[in-house]
């Protein structure tokens, strides 16, 4: 059950910085007693405006420029799935940890107005990063496969109820024609068995896109929730219209995917931020030693041999409640660009 204190959630924004040329730079801290209850209820929640104008156009011109190679840190994101010259061009466009790699999209996966926002709307002492996204869908761009997101976040973790949170920043205007996000409604609610998510990492991730007969709902079909609670022909499945500094929020046990970007001329380009809660430790075990139970690769390659605390140079807490005996991790405030 989430902990959710409705009566104190309020939309508010921080106040606006703005940059030398007078862009505003804001991005929403708490979010609707609305949301929270759609989120809790639905297990996703669209929130209007979470960012303003400013970040979209900031955000936006660093595309071209991470897919061509160009890391303005000198770091390479933890992975980087197309290359122009090399890739088929109409692929969906991932890269995952961006912010080792780019201080703009440093400054709002890392910002602390989200990882507070996460930690007011799920109970939390304080917030990490666990992972960002950077996805591109261009014109004509493909599907990408029903996944939870605790199959290969949550389940890294423990505790693990509750221990993650996506926010998905639409960068461009979202909706059907261009492929933006679907939601099985009341899917996080379904069983959730920790051993079959695992096991099936590789068949259910985000690349596996319709493989399976063209079907990107494919992977949740298997779940016997799917047939018995969905209408028939998927009826129940939100494809939600965002708009472009709109967000949606989901649940990590949420059922999710795209289908593809059917329009000839716009791209749907967009941050994913997924968050953890900030005192989470590793599952214990390690793969290299061949222990039962270890982390599984994508996750399992940070974490430290022996132990099960969380290293802030992968995971740096982002923001941490007063009372909570962490910090926002020091490096942050110097590493992140953009006033936000
Ligand atoms: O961008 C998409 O279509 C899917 C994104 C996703 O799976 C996520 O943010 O968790």
Redesign the pocket.
């Known amino acids: 059950m989430l902990r959710i204190a409705l009566p104190s959630l309020r939309a508010r924004c921080r106040a606006c910085a703005a940059d030398a040329g007078g862009r505003q730079f804001r991005i929403t801290e708490l979010v609707s007693a609305d949301v929270a209850a759609s989120f809790e209820q639905r297990g996703f929640a669209v929130v209007e405006q979470l960012v303003s104008p400013a970040v979209v156009e900031a955000l936006r011109a660093r595309f071209e420029v991470l897919f061509d190679g160009q890391f303005e840190t000198g770091t390479y994101p933890d992975e980087w799935h197309w290359r122009s010259g090399i890739s088929v061009p109409h692929a969906?466009r991932e890269i995952c940890n961006g912010w080792k790699s780019d201080r703009v999209v440093a400054s709002v996966a890392l910002s602390a107005s989200l990882g507070r926002l996460a930690s007011n709307l799920m109970g939390w002492p304080g917030a990490r990063i666990g992972q960002d996204?950077v996805?591109w869908?261009p014109p004509g761009g493909t599907p990408?496969g029903f996944?939870q997101?605790s199959s290969y976040i949550s389940t890294q973790f423990e505790p693990y109820d509750g221990n993650s949170l996506?926010i998905?920043i639409a960068l461009d205007d979202a909706d059907p024609e261009v492929?933006?996000?679907e939601y099985a409604p009341g899917s996080h609610r379904w069983a959730v068995d920790h051993r079959r998510v695992v096991d099936d990492l590789a068949d259910e991730s985000?690349h596996d896109q319709g493989g399976s007969g063209g079907d990107h709902r494919a992977a949740m079909r298997r779940c016997p929730e799917a047939t018995a609670l969905l209408a028939p022909a998927d009826a129940d499945i939100v494809a939600c219209t965002v708009a472009a500094g709109g967000a949606v929020l989901?649940h990590q046990d949420t059922w999710?995917?795209?289908g593809p970007n059917t329009s000839e001329t716009r791209p749907r380009r967009?941050l994913?931020v997924?968050l953890i809660r900030s005192d989470v430790r590793f599952r214990a075990g390690d793969a290299l030693l061949g222990e039962a139970g270890a982390p599984s690769y994508i996750y399992g390659r940070y974490k430290r041999m022996g132990e099960t605390s969380l290293d802030e140079s992968h995971f740096p807490i982002t923001w941490a409640a007063a009372d909570s005996g962490q910090q926002r991790s020091a490096f942050l405030d110097n590493y992140c660009t953009l006033p936000v």
């Open positions: 969906t996204d996805l869908k990408v996944h997101d996506t998905w492929g933006t996000v985000f989901h999710h995917g795209s967009a994913g997924h």
